[in-house]
Nanobody, 124 residues
Framework: VQLQASGGGLVQPGGSLRLSCTAS????????MGWFRQAPGKEREFVAA????????KFADSVKGRFTISRDNTKNTVYLRMDSLKDEDTAVYSC??????????????????WGQGTLVTVSS
C-alpha cells in the first residue's frame, strides 16, 4: 500500500493550496481518508477526514470554514483544499487510510495506512 501526498509549498498568509493524496495497492473506495499535520516540535494533529462514500466529513476546529476535503474514487485520490492560510498552518501534511469505515474518523489510532507528508509553509 502506498499513499503519496503532493501539492505542498510556500504560500503567503491568506493564500490557498490544494493538497492531493493518491493511493495504490488498496481498494480505495472502501477506505475512509484523513489528513493530519505535524508542525515542528509539536504532536501530529487531526486536520480533516472523509468517509469512503464522501457523504461524511469532519474538520478540526482550527481549520473549519477554511479547509475543504473531497475525494475522487475513480482516481484513488483525496484532496485537501486550504484557503485563508495562516502562519500556524505551517506543517508537514500527511494522508492516512482507514479500512471499511463509513464515518470520518479523527483519531490517529484508527488509521491503518499512512503516507509520507508534504510540507506546507505559510510565510510572508
Amino acid at each position: 500500500v502506498q499513499l503519496q501526498a503532493s501539492g505542498g509549498g510556500l504560500v503567503q498568509p491568506g493564500g490557498s493550496l490544494r493538497l492531493s493524496c493518491t493511493a495504490s495497492g488498496l481498494r480505495f473506495s472502501r477506505y475512509a481518508m484523513g489528513w493530519f499535520r505535524q508542525a515542528p516540535g509539536k504532536e501530529r494533529e487531526f486536520v480533516a477526514a472523509i468517509s469512503w462514500s464522501g457523504v461524511y466529513t469532519k474538520f478540526a476546529d482550527s481549520v473549519k470554514g477554511r479547509f475543504t476535503i473531497s475525494r475522487d474514487n475513480t482516481k484513488n485520490t483525496v484532496y485537501l483544499r486550504m484557503d485563508s492560510l495562516k502562519d500556524e498552518d505551517t506543517a508537514v501534511y500527511s494522508c492516512a487510510a482507514d479500512f471499511n469505515v463509513q464515518t470520518a474518523p479523527s483519531s490517529i489510532y484508527e488509521y491503518d495506512y499512512w503516507g509520507q507528508g508534504t510540507l506546507v509553509t505559510v510565510s510572508s
